[in-house]
């Protein structure tokens, strides 16, 4: 569903050039969670703001289901922003005034979807995220781990088949990251309408949960075991 092909990006000029993506590869299916590590500064964030249409390569293509794009900038892809890719932050990015239901149904509306029904999905994604008894609490009056799962409940209220996650569990407690982490992959195993979602993360063992590790390095992608690269192997399941 998700497959990036030869994708290179460069920042500044002359001397001050900075390679930073030099020909990446990777591919996720439809269901598939997948923890992307990497030294800071190896580009991870770069590779999210491409594959989320926010900013344009400089080489190479990228293909969302049926579309294409990769060298086009922002405005060329207007679509892939609004309809196929879902954002996850650490710091969350909820407004603080309006309650979560309205924080989740506000992204709909101004997507173009109709007031009654953006309250009807936000109602049906609050619920999926575990927070039904929390829909007309303000970002203020819930936890860290709460927060993340009202911008979660927005990600996922427009049936975005993508999801990218720059660590988004950052600002949060071991706990209640492994909760989100968990949440992830309960989204992405779904039987009915699974998703996808890339997760960049510097903890290796949420990384060690996800479906399939993809290590950064010198501005290529590769396969990580990284339960072996850090030791997990034979330490406890959940
Ligand atoms: N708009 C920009 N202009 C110039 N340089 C940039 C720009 N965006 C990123 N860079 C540089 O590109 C490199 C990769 O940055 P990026 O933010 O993608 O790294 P990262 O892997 O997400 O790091 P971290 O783990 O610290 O978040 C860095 O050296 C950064 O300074
Ligand atoms: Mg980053």
Same mark, same amino acid.
């Given at each position: 569903?998700?497959?990036?092909?030869?994708?290179?990006?460069?920042?500044?000029?002359?001397?001050?050039?900075?390679?930073?993506?030099?020909?990446?590869?990777?591919?996720?299916?439809?269901?598939?969670?997948?923890?992307?590590?990497?030294?800071?500064?190896?580009?991870?964030?770069?590779?999210?703001?491409?594959?989320?249409?926010?900013?344009?390569?400089?080489?190479?293509?990228?293909?969302?289901?049926?579309?294409?794009?990769?060298?086009?900038?922002?405005?060329?892809?207007?679509?892939?922003?609004?309809?196929?890719?879902?954002?996850?932050?650490?710091?969350?990015?909820?407004?603080?005034?309006?309650?979560?239901?309205?924080?989740?149904?506000?992204?709909?509306?101004?997507?173009?979807?109709?007031?009654?029904?953006?309250?009807?999905?936000?109602?049906?994604?609050?619920?999926?995220?575990?927070?039904?008894?929390?829909?007309?609490?303000?970002?203020?009056?819930?936890?860290?781990?709460?927060?993340?799962?009202?911008?979660?409940?927005? =990600?996922?209220?427009? /049936? @975005?088949? !993508? +999801? &990218?996650? *720059?660590?988004? $569990?950052?600002?949060?407690? %071991?706990?209640?990251?492994?909760?989100?982490?968990?949440?992830?992959?309960?989204?992405?195993?779904?039987?009915?309408?699974?998703?996808?979602?890339?997760?960049?993360?510097?903890?290796?063992?949420? =990384?060690?949960?996800? /479906? @399939?590790? !993809? +290590? &950064?390095? *010198?501005?290529? $992608?590769?396969?990580?075991? %990284?339960?072996?690269?850090?030791?997990?192997?034979?330490?406890?399941?959940?």
């Amino acid at each position: 569903m998700l497959k990036v092909s030869e994708l290179k990006k460069s920042f500044g000029t002359g001397g001050n050039r900075l390679d930073v993506l030099k020909g990446v590869e990777m591919e996720i299916q439809n269901g598939e969670l997948v923890a992307l590590m990497g030294p800071s500064g190896s580009g991870k964030s770069t590779l999210l703001n491409i594959i989320g249409g926010l900013m344009a390569a400089d080489s190479g293509e990228i293909e969302l289901n049926e579309h294409q794009y990769g060298r086009k900038g922002p405005a060329g892809v207007v679509d892939i922003r609004r309809e196929h890719v879902g954002w996850i932050f650490q710091d969350f990015h909820l407004l603080n005034h309006l309650s979560a239901i309205d924080n989740v149904a506000m992204a709909l509306e101004i997507g173009g979807v109709e007031a009654k029904i953006a309250q009807e999905k936000a109602i049906a994604a609050l619920k999926k995220v575990g927070l039904g008894d929390r829909m007309t609490h303000k970002p203020e009056q819930m936890s860290g781990g709460q927060q993340q799962r009202v911008a979660i409940a927005r =990600a996922i209220a427009g /049936d @975005r088949p !993508l +999801l &990218l996650a *720059d660590e988004p $569990t950052g600002n949060l407690d %071991i706990q209640s990251g492994k909760d989100v982490l968990q949440l992830f992959k309960d989204l992405c195993h779904d039987k009915e309408q699974p998703i996808s979602i890339l997760l960049v993360t510097h903890d290796p063992e949420l =990384a060690s949960k996800a /479906d @399939r590790m !993809l +290590l &950064l390095n *010198d501005g290529r $992608t590769a396969a990580s075991n %990284i339960r072996e690269a850090w030791g997990l192997d034979g330490g406890e399941e959940e």
